[in-house]
């Protein structure tokens, strides 16, 4: 008999997460971080660190802790060693950020927390891969949104493998004086970050989430395989032979650099095709609020696309990519990480508060433990702000790029405080007594034949 | 003998109510001749209904929402256990009563189908059996089926999962 309980510490890798994501914001309202200053720049290290192993990375492993599950009907590893990712992974990024101050100069004591840090980061990850290829490695059939995360897994550990030779040259140059170019890689550390482990989980898990609550179907046929296929190959073609252009820049392999960096804009625009056909042949008539926010989410992918199509043919790839990844972090994977925020949050708290209390009298429904006319204004705030940051950052506008992120920072904080409110029920209690979901009327569209008791023999 | 062909797609899209057209349409039935309903999806629980009154069944799935099930009689009446798909091996549920709840819950949003499953559970008799189909397997349900003391029996059926669970005694 399978049981799949919930994961305990999901809603602490939110709470840190988001914790994190404010943090970095306070930094990019200070002015001490991109797009401001330099991509190298301490202050851009650690907020886009903070970003993207603070916010992303927990946001994605508590998340995939709660769905890998649900994906392969299979349960973790351990729900213990979810709590230990979480620890080494927080606390290694916290000397992470103090190393980054000690190779910029500010406090150059501190310069071997960076390797350090990063080695406990590496830990919490590998036990986090761990404990997800379990039931991965396990299931049958695998599905798309499995697979894709597992391809996703594989660009965390090459992202992961990267980051540790950035911080071990930067940390001690004259130990390895050959491997001091990969610090021109970069861009590959980002793509392989961004892209092959952020952008194809997101896909993968959204491939799940989307149907689910929109009533959709799941199977998503030769567009789904192709968006995976295609990404994953253009990821893997851009990453390497990105970073073999560095010590051997002949025209082939700069070549190959262009194919995979071609082939990552078809996946996305498959992709983003493929997720107009969820919405478009969704049967719930009406779209959630985290649904339809997460066009926006779409949106900024869209659009960071295009905008690196357009700079790629200009050659002015390197002066947009820091708008590049403000759109990909804040836009895209913030936005619909954000979005989705609003549906799972709700929905754990759910399941832990009344799941026992199903068939025993009325209890809220899961929409009860949100108030969207609440959170709309913070999402919108979100977006035009996330939006208008973005056209300041392209334009090289610092000031206007940090009153833009103003109204960004405090929809986050705004969102934070929804998803407390959902999380405690605050909102359950004003909410009208619900009537218990099975008179709640059928939203299917199948007859009544199949739902009514049947006739007792 | 030419089966009776019922043609209740366009009534399902409208979201009418096709059973007492069904039974009507059983009982103006000849001896020995068959049953043949064209709708827009499996009928999976009318399947159990029509099996106790001595039909066999075979599901053909045309296309997206375009099904034909055609119904013969002269099997064998089979109240005591529910109809397992042609083929499959014997179940743990083999030695279970006939379903006396059914809930089609393909089409929901989750948690909609774990909330009627659990609240027709609370309402069965120790012993008696519900079976429901969803489109997808129901991890949260399990464990708190299992805290309830349930029997459970899943399988995988065409478009969705069968879950048989019996309320312990």
Known sequence: MITNRLSRWTPLFFLLALVNFVGAQALVLAGVTWPATSLGAAGTLIAIHLLVIGWLLLLVLGALFQFVPVITTLPLGSQAAALVCLVAVEGGLLGMLAGFLGVAGVAPRLAWLLPAGGGVVTTGISIAIWNLGVPLARARPRSLPGRMVTTGLAFLVATVTLGLLFGSVLAAP???????????????????????????????????????????????????????????????????????????????????????????????????????????????????????????????????????????????????????????????????????????VPFLAWLVRYGGRLGRGPVPRVQDLVRDGAALPWFIAYQVGVSCAAIAAVMHRPVAFRIAMTPVAIATIGLAVEYWRAWHATYAGTAPNAPPAAAAGPVTKHPSLLINRGDRP | MEPLTLDLREDLRRGGEPLPRILQAVDQLAPEQGLRLLTTFEPLPLYAVLGRKGFGHEAIRHGEGDWEIRFRPGAAPAPAKPAAPRGAPAAPSDGWPAPSVFLDNRGLQPPEPMVRILDAFEHLDAGAVLEAVNERDPVFLYPELQARGAAIHTEKVQDGVRLLIRRGG
Request: glycine share 12%.
């Open chain 1, 174 to 344: 004259a130990a390895m004086p050959g491997l001091a170019p990969i610090l021109g890689g970069v861009g590959e550390h980002a793509l392989a970050g961004l892209g092959g482990w952020f952008t194809l989980t997101a896909m993968g898990v959204s491939y799940k989430l989307l149907p689910m609550f929109m009533l959709a179907p799941e199977d998503r046929g030769a567009l789904g395989r192709w968006v995976h296929v295609v990404g994953a190959t253009g990821f893997t073609l851009a990453v390497l032979a990105g970073l073999a252009a560095i010590w051997l820049p002949i025209a082939v392999i700069v070549d190959l650099r262009r194919a995979g960096d071609l082939a990552i804009g078809l996946a996305v625009a498959l992709y983003l095709w493929d997720v107009r056909r969820i919405y478009r042949d969704r049967k719930r008539v009406s779209i959630e609020l985290h649904n339809g926010v997460a066009i926006g989410a779409f949106a900024f992918l869209g659009v960071a696309v295009a905008l690196a199509a357009i700079a790629a043919a200009v050659h002015r790839l390197d002066a947009v990519a820091p708008s590049l990844v403000f759109l990909i972090v804040f836009g895209w994977l913030g936005g619909l990480g954000i979005a989705q925020l609003y549906k799972i």
